[in-house]
């Protein structure tokens, strides 16, 4: 009995490793390409928003009936968590092939080499870029990107709860708190930590707004004067309860669709999305009312990943998405927005929302929300900046040492 | 006697209040699925679910991805059970028949991985999935789902197996039969219930696992049920009755499955279990 | 885990793992092959990945590019120590395994105690009670996060409706009430597994002592104290160090919830140890703080032993 006593013993751990081996051939699942077709990923929060993306899935959709050697797909990542998913991937020597990144996740993939040069791939003098944002994509003489979407910041507001627009901050702040009454809130934005980098979008308002500024180019100046006036309005506002506190901007921009939010600092991408919520909700823009006429503005490049496999095909994409016909369509889908290159604003869009020319006329006045001179350190200064605004908002610090301590936190870290 | 009538009428608001407690969050969770935007919103919330938006759940799951998330929670969990409970059952037997060298070892390393938390192994895992080309991959989920469920099916197993008298077996190895088949035809069907209850407790670790996935998982297509529930947080647009129908979906089959098989579940956790 | 060990098999059947005789199960290589499969899964999923994270804890390395690291020996551990903000993050740590502790163990008694005498429905009641416990993590922080939402959440209804609301509504905005909140939330996750862990304990209670004890005229409280306690103190041990490991390493209810705000205050080693890694890219500082909640969890389970040690020897005395 003991001279062959291990033999079924044997079985059972081949049958397990076997078990192992089948799992592993059984639902191992590539991307690839089969019968010639090169798949692409496209990863993109847009995808998710409400209204435009099911219109930009579409839209993808056309490109993958232009031709039949590459198909684009589309992966709607979150907003909240897009960086870290997506950066994580890339990192790894994995991830999506084609991604549309906002500016400071942009900034550090670019600068971490996780992002393919795309001068030989794309010859952009066929193509006429609008310089103002495009000249962010390049660094050191490499292009990175090519903006997918550019979006200035303005104030959306409800026309019913607000005939005439307020046009200084003390109005805007007056208006705010006039309207929050029951269920009704003036005025909504971001202050939660969990929305990192959404705080960051709505505090560079205020701190541009009231004549601050990150930096000078060369030092950080995150705790200025200037920058401590922007953001006591941003905290008075706070304070007054005119907003609803812990929201998160998905349910507050659901709210400002309900009518039951008066106003928001929005981007121009936000006019599809608002109506494909509720098309029957009368709103209009306005400039930010703020002492200086500076806002933030989303540019929104779409980049190669370096680790993709089809970089060339992956290009395909891009310089279809550059030829003029389709360039119309991407503007069209991202309402308020512009493009990489010039397109015109048909009547037939400009009588439907007349006040799109609100937010070309801003482009000159925005900036990307970047700290200038701290590109790719931008991630790490926001949340920085961000923890110590919070811990203002909370009443765990006054605001102007929340702002020294960020200075001196995001100081040591860009050593 | 009065004091008596007293104490049963508090214990049994006591009991019922437990009850209250214990259920309400699901059977909000039905409320909210159930109600209009209207209803939500409105100064007073309606506090019974309106059974005739059941349509909800058929949209959930014919519209968005979430049959598709359910289908891929349910690959990695049943993928998980077969294989923790398949490498669980030798395990524990060797644990508690042999004496090896390096036993005291193992088991210690056993019980050492419980105090493991998966954000901390997530990153050296990441590397190693990337090296074997596991990211992306539901068998790569299966396989650490297993290797964290393993030890404690194998403790579970072993403490089972403990509790059998020696003497079935020597009665069985007189008639001849090898070690595997001792195992196999007396040592299974007397642990069935120990077996079992292992199993559901592999089936939910994976089920319910959300760490590993967020991390390993780039493709839509690929994505379970736990993130896309996640990613709920934060998304815009998505109406929080539908997200709440899916989180429900979600969650029926694992209290339903812990209520059927109760019995076996708590009989195995007080022999010592652990529930991942 | 442990509990296994101590509370499952009865001696006798211990001593049958016959660590003296040679095995008569067949050559020695025999138990090997029986485990062979699962410990190479252990060691591939477990040991080596932890090996690495120990390596990563004396390195500068960062997310976007993993494969270069840095060695910088000791420099992480000497950040994290001298950073107030990682004080606070072992201080919360603390507090919320504490409550955790006490919470999930002292519900669980409370509950076991209502629902050990008989009454009819008591079946019913006993499954119903494990509901929140079956309940996935993911759908728990869900949920409560809805519960909890500042303007439609039902608690801050009720809250406001009794005049307690919190001002503003968001309360897991607020450093003061974010972690009382997520407290709640895992002790009503955590409280069904203790309640039936001590209830299938009570089980072993002699009831003829019982009696006697209340025939004498003990009161209730000498009662349970003398008896039941008696019985049961061994499972509230095991109970505690359970939970105390549970809370040590549990993520999502939390990062669900929270991600460790506002402010830091929901902030526990594991939440500190993820953000560190996913949002501030420094897997090595991340490696680090890992370390610390393993050598904590070491001390937290040799301690506890040493102490069921202790207590065995003073009741054979």
Known sequence: ?415 | MRRFRLGLTARIVAVLVVLGVAVFPLYWMLVTALSSNGDLFAERPRLTPDIGRFGVFVEALAEGKAAGWLLNSLVIAVGTMVLSVGLGIPLGYALSRFSFRGKAVLTVVLLFTQMLPEALMVVPLFALFRRFDLLDSLTGLVLVNSAFVLPIVALILKGAIDGIPRELEEAGRADGARPFTVLTRINLPLIAPSIAATAVIAFFHAWNEYVFAVTFIFDPELQPASVGIANFIGELGTPIQTVMAVAFLFTLPAVAFYLLAQKYVVSGMTAGAVKG | ?317
């Open chain 1, 1 to 415: 009995m003991s001279k062959k006593p291990s033999r079924l013993g044997v079985v059972g751990a081949a049958c397990a490793l076997g078990l192992v081996a089948t799992l592993l051939t059984g639902c191992g699942s590539d991307s690839g390409s089969g019968d010639g077709v090169t798949k692409l990923t496209f990863a993109a929060s847009t995808f998710g928003d409400p209204g435009r993306g099911p219109k930009l899935t579409a839209w993808l959709d056309e490109f993958n009936k232009s031709q039949d050697k590459v198909q684009v797909s589309a992966a709607a990542v979150p907003y909240p968590t897009f960086g870290q998913t997506v950066l994580t991937q890339m990192g790894s020597g994995k991830g999506p092939d084609l991604v549309r990144f906002d500016m400071p996740e942009f900034e550090s993939a670019a600068d971490a080499g996780l992002i393919a040069p795309l001068d030989k791939l794309i010859d952009v003098s066929k193509y006429e870029l609008i310089k103002q944002p495009d000249q962010f994509m390049v660094h050191d003489g490499t292009r990175h990107g090519i903006i997918f979407e550019a979006s200035n910041y303005a104030m959306f507001y409800n026309a019913d709860l607000i005939p005439t627009p307020p046009t200084t901050y003390e109005q805007f702040a007056s208006t705010a708190k006039s309207l929050t009454k029951g269920d009704v809130y003036g005025l909504a934005f971001r202050q939660t930590e969990a929305e990192e980098a959404g705080v960051w979008q709505d505090i560079f308002n205020y701190v541009y707004g009231f004549g601050g500024a990150w930096s000078d180019g060369k030092n950080l100046t995150i705790n200025s004067p200037e920058n401590l006036k922007g953001l006591q309005a941003y905290k008075d506002l706070y304070d007054a309860n005119v907003i609803p506190r812990g929201a998160d901007a998905a349910t507050f921009r659901r709210m400002f669709a309900e009518g039951k939010v008066g106003m928001e600092l929005n981007n121009g991408g936000y006019v599809t999305a608002t109506r494909g919520q509720n098309p029957n909700l009368k709103f209009s823009v306005a400039p930010i009312p703020f002492p200086v006429r500076k806002q933030g503005a989303i540019l929104a490049p779409i980049v190669i990943n370096e680790a993709s496999p089809a970089k060339e095909e992956a290009a395909t994409f891009i310089r279809w998405a550059l030829e003029p016909q389709n360039q119309v369509k991407l503007q069209e889908i991202l309402g308020a927005s512009s493009v990489a290159t010039t397109t015109e604003r048909s009547a037939e869009s400009l009588k439907e929302t007349p006040f799109l020319t609100v937010f070309d006329e801003l482009t000159e006045s925005s900036l990307p929300q970047i700290v200038l001179g701290f590109e790719a350190k931008t991630p790490d200064i926001r949340k920085v900046v961000v923890q110590n605004v919070i811990a203002a908002l909370q009443g765990k610090a006054d605001l102007k040492s929340a702002l020294d301590r960020a200075q001196q936190q995001a100081t040591e870290l860009v050593g």
């Open chain 3, 1 to 317: 885990m442990t509990v296994l060990e101590q509370t499952g098999a009865p001696k006798t059947i211990r001593r049958s793992g016959g660590r003296h005789r040679p095995s008569p199960l067949g050559s020695k290589w025999t138990p090997y092959l029986f485990l062979a499969p699962a410990a190479l899964f252990i060691l591939v999923f477990q040991a080596v990945p932890l090996a690495q994270e120990v390596y990563l804890s004396f390195t500068r390395t960062t997310l976007l590019n993993p494969t270069r690291s840095e060695w910088v020996g000791l420099d992480n551990f000497n950040r994290i120590f001298g950073d107030p903000d990682f004080h606070r993050t072992l201080l919360i740590t603390f507090v919320y395994v504490i409550a955790c502790v006490v919470g999930a163990v002292g519900t669980g008694l409370v509950v076991a105690l209502l629902l050990n005498k008989g009454f009819r429905g008591r079946g019913v009641a006993r499954a119903l009670v494990t509901v929140p416990w079956a309940a996935p993590g993911i759908a728990v922080a869900l949920i409560a996060t809805w519960m909890l939402n500042a303007q439609y959440g039902i608690v801050n209804r009720l809250l406001n409706a009794i005049g307690l609301g919190v001002p503003g509504g968001a309360i897991l905005d607020s450093p003061r009430y974010a972690l009382p909140a997520v407290l709640a939330t895992t002790i009503w996750q955590l409280f069904p597994f203790t309640s039936v862990v001590l209830l299938s304990a009570l089980q072993a209670v002699p009831q003829d002592l019982h009696e006697a004890a209340t025939v004498d005229g003990a009161g209730r409280w000498a009662t349970f104290r003398a008896v039941t306690w008696q019985v049961i103190k061994p499972t509230v041990g095991l109970l505690a160090l359970l939970m105390t490991i549970w809370s040590l390493r549990r993520f999502e209810l939390i990062w669900l919830m929270t991600k460790g705000g506002p402010v830091g205050a929901t902030e526990t080693l594991v939440i500190d140890l993820y953000s560190q890694a996913f949002d501030s890219k420094e897997l090595g500082s991340a490696a680090a703080i890992g370390m610390v909640g393993v050598v904590i969890s070491l001390i937290v389970i040799t301690g506890s032993r040493l102490v069921a040690r202790a207590v065995e020897k003073e009741d054979v005395r």
